[in-house]
């Protein structure tokens, strides 16, 4: 079963514009983490952000955790096309080893 | 360091053969899970290994699906009697254990389409 859900399922926007994507989820987690994935390829480990923390950056990418909420946003500024893909949070609740329960994604798709 | 990886990375098969498919993870990794990502969703956990250990093994899909991972190294996922709904993207993920913030490093994947 999936934990989280991504919101919207799909984005388009134009380059240089800024990409916001949501994802819910149901049970206490020990982190959050986000992944990317080119159409049908492995996924790419973007960032995690882990229970205590609020919000976390790296490069164009910005992450927001609200545990009270259970929800989590990834912010990516000034999109490239190259940004073009599916975008996927992931939830450790520590069951299962540190075993990660994924959302369905956002389709995000950046015209050059 | 090569990062993970996964053999093959299609297979079509004939339903009712069986197929195996192998992961070779980052070679400090001690961690090693599997996933199903079927079209248009997100990963599924499916089992995993500390070690040679498998710790888990409960959400394996059926008694059809078996994983080994012998000498702590290499892992496979052997899956018997195929059907057509068994066809997806199968994808091995690679960690070093760390409390609260173990980042999983993932393969390209196996394709299966089963026909």
């Known amino acids: 079963s999936q934990q989280g859900e991504e919101d919207p399922q799909a984005l388009s926007i134009q380059e240089g514009e800024n990409a916001t994507m949501n994802c819910s989820y149901k049970?206490?987690?020990?982190?959050l983490q986000w992944y990317r994935q080119n159409s049908g390829r492995g996924l790419v480990h973007l960032i995690l952000?882990?229970?205590?923390?609020r919000e976390k950056h790296s490069g164009r990418l910005r992450v927001t955790l609200d545990t009270s909420k259970k929800s989590s946003s990834l912010l990516i500024t000034a999109s490239r096309a190259a940004d073009t893909a599916s975008y996927f949070c992931?939830?450790?609740?520590?069951?299962?080893?540190?075993?990660?329960?994924f959302g369905g994604g956002t389709r995000l798709m950046v015209k050059p | 360091d090569t990062g993970v990886s996964q053999n093959p990375r299609h297979k079509i098969t004939k339903r009712g053969q069986n197929v195996t498919f192998r992961c070779d993870p980052i070679?400090?990794?001690?961690?090693l899970y599997w996933y199903r990502q079927t079209l248009g969703q997100g990963p599924e956990f499916l089992t995993y290994?500390?070690?040679?250990?498998?710790?888990?093994k409960s959400r394996l899909l059926s008694d059809r699906f078996s994983a080994e991972r012998p000498k702590g190294s290499f892992s496979t996922l052997e899956i018997q009697r195929t059907e057509q709904g068994d066809s997806a993207m199968y994808l091995c993920?690679?960690?070093?254990?760390?409390?609260?913030?173990?980042?999983?490093?993932f393969g390209p994947g196996t394709r299966l389409l089963v026909l």
């Open positions: 993920a690679s960690s070093t254990y760390e409390t609260y913030q173990e980042t999983q490093y």
């Open positions: 049970t206490s987690i020990n982190n």
């Open positions: 952000i882990r229970s205590n923390e």
């Open positions: 992931a939830t450790d609740d520590g069951n299962a080893g540190n075993m990660l329960t």
């Open positions: 070679s400090e990794h001690n961690r």
């Open positions: 290994f500390q070690n040679e250990a498998q710790l888990e």
